[in-house]
């Protein structure tokens, strides 16, 4: 699949932990229909077979709406289920290497840092993730990015650059001028209880910020 700017808009990071009275794949239905350009599925507990049973099925819907589907870090999944690509962090497979297992599919690598975001580019990687921009409960140990080293990582690559971490509908704006193509969110999705409706005003907050 072809990646181009406009699928960073609004990358919806799934996470369990406001399931609910829902299943994962409904509320990530839901978050499609809200107008969602991105999804990962993140996954640090569940078991092999459920995994790729639960990753099969939100592919289909993924399909069927033409957006991108990347699998958190597990790699034997996404080959497993034909997923778009893998996204790793720093503490995961280096690029090249992930390049060398699942070919042309995306890759998607963190990044806080000038330096690592231009060697994740050259090692392959289709887009960078930076973050945090905000300290968040969702991931404890990570390292807040000031918005000059965004904004210094935008104009350093030259691939798509997504922002991630604590973001939500209050504070998408002040990434404005940052040059970053869009955001990505955890809880300011999956914890609301209109998830379409939630998606939709994130992805005009989203358009607005990137306009800017």
């Known amino acids: 699949m072809k990646l181009d700017k406009q699928a960073m808009l609004l990358y919806a990071v799934t996470d369990r932990s406001w399931l609910g009275d829902q299943t994962l794949v409904e509320q990530v239905e839901e978050t499609l229909k809200g107008g969602a350009t991105f999804i990962q ?8 077979e459920d995994f790729i049973r639960e990753a099969r099925v939100i592919k289909k819907l993924t399909d069927a ?95 798509p650059v997504v922002a991630i971490g604590g973001l939500n509908e209050t504070n998408i704006h002040r990434l404005a001028g940052t040059g970053v193509d869009g955001v990505a969110l955890v809880s300011a999705i999956f914890s609301k209880a209109d998830i379409q409706k939630a998606t939709r005003e994130l992805r005009q907050l989203s358009e607005a910020m990137t306009r800017t």
């Open 41 to 48: 599925l993140r996954e640090k507990e569940l078991e092999a």
């Open 65 to 159: 709406y033409k957006i991108p589907f990347v699998i958190n870090d597990a790699v034997e999944v996404a080959l497993a289920v034909d997923a778009d690509g893998v996204h790793v962090g720093q503490d995961d497979m280096d690029a090249g290497e992930l390049r060398k297992r699942i070919g042309d599919k995306i890759i998607g690598v963190s990044a806080d840092s000038v330096e690592l975001a231009l060697k994740a580019e050259a090692d392959g990687a289709d887009y960078i993730g930076v973050g945090a921009i905000y300290a968040t409960d969702t991931k404890a140990d990570a390292t807040v990015v000031a918005f000059d080293t965004i904004a210094a990582i935008c104009q350093a690559v030259s691939i």
